[in-house]
Nanobody, 122 residues
Framework: QVQLVESGGRWVQPGGSLRLSCVVSGRTYEMAALAWFRQAPGKDREFVAAIRWIGGRTLYSDSAKGRFTISRDNAKNTVWLEMNSLNPEDTAVYLC???????????????WGQGTQVTVGQ
């Protein structure tokens, strides 16, 4: 198992920026990919971005591409999500996940954090 703890979620103005962090621990050697998902009230969990732990190849959703950047530091067991040009539609609980494949489907990820709330508004 891999444990993941997100942080950094807070209120931010439209057009603003925010960086989320996810610290992982446990059996990280089984982890091939880390991903960020988000879930708004009443909606399904939505893929945002993913990164391979080894190599650093990235994958983004259409809505995230050009605005968000995912990165990681293997030595610190940390993955970040830098979010720019935020709008109210980005409001959601953002969750960090670990899995064996870098895919957009939530079913490819085995371990999940509790999530951190991001609220975009005036």
């Amino acid at each position: 198992q891999v444990q993941l703890v997100e942080s950094g979620g807070r209120w931010v103005q439209p057009g603003g920026s925010l960086r989320l962090s996810c610290v992982v621990s446990g059996r990280t050697y089984e982890m091939a990919a880390l991903a960020w998902f988000r879930q708004a009230p009443g909606k399904d969990r939505e893929f945002v971005a993913a990164i391979r732990w080894i190599g650093g190849r990235t994958l983004y959703s259409d809505s995230a591409k050009g605005r968000f950047t995912i990165s990681r530091d293997n030595a610190k067991n940390t993955v970040w999500l830098e979010m720019n040009s935020l709008n109210p539609e980005d409001t959601a609980v953002y969750l960090c996940a670990a899995g064996g494949y870098m895919r957009k489907s939530r079913h490819e990820y085995n371990d999940w954090g509790q999530g951190t709330q991001v609220t975009v508004g005036q």
